[in-house]
């Protein structure tokens, strides 16, 4: 190589990342990743809980209904203690109903969660009386709504 060709090769600056460059760059997404992680975590855990809520306020319809119907909610004939309709299940969320009182005038709906939604748990009652029951963010106060978020009834 001769000696012109050995300057020019020393003064060419090369194109590329430095190791400080490339660790500031991952630096930068550790952070970003460990900021939302979390947050899309919780997001999906709240898009869980609506399919609960609205089987819950569907069973409420159809005990209604049958009210309308009957008079009264439980299935005085067969079982004076259980409520007239079977309860559901799916959707990360089973309902079950029990009856208040004998005559089956009243009775209080569940909705609890299951598997990534466990731990949460829903009540109706034939008044329409909403209320959280458990959630991992805190039951709001007064509890008098269901609530996604936890802790507050604005959500």
Not at 33 to 41: I, T, V
Not at 94 to 111: D, E, F, P, R, S
Not at 118 to 132: F, I, N, S
Request: net charge positive; with cysteine.
């Amino acid at each position: 190589m001769s000696e012109l060709r050995k300057v020019e090769f020393l003064r060419c600056r090369c194109r590329g990342f430095t190791l400080i460059e490339v660790m500031v760059a991952m630096a930068v997404i550790a952070i970003l990743a460990a900021l939302a992680l979390p947050a899309y975590s919780s997001y999906i855990f709240r898009s869980k809980i609506p399919a609960g809520l609205d089987a819950l306020s569907a069973y409420q319809t159809r005990m209604e209904q049958r009210f309308q119907d009957v008079g009264y909610y439980g299935d005085l004939a067969t079982n004076p203690t259980a409520c007239a309709l079977a309860g559901t299940s799916g959707s990360n969320f089973t309902v079950t109903c029990v009856l208040k009182n004998a005559a089956g005038t009243g009775y209080t709906a569940t909705a609890t969660g299951s598997g990534p939604v466990a731990g949460v748990v829903y009540t109706v009652d034939e008044q329409g009386v909403r209320t959280t029951v458990h959630h991992p963010k805190g039951v709001p106060s007064p509890n008098t709504c269901w609530t996604i978020r936890g802790a507050s009834c604005d959500s």
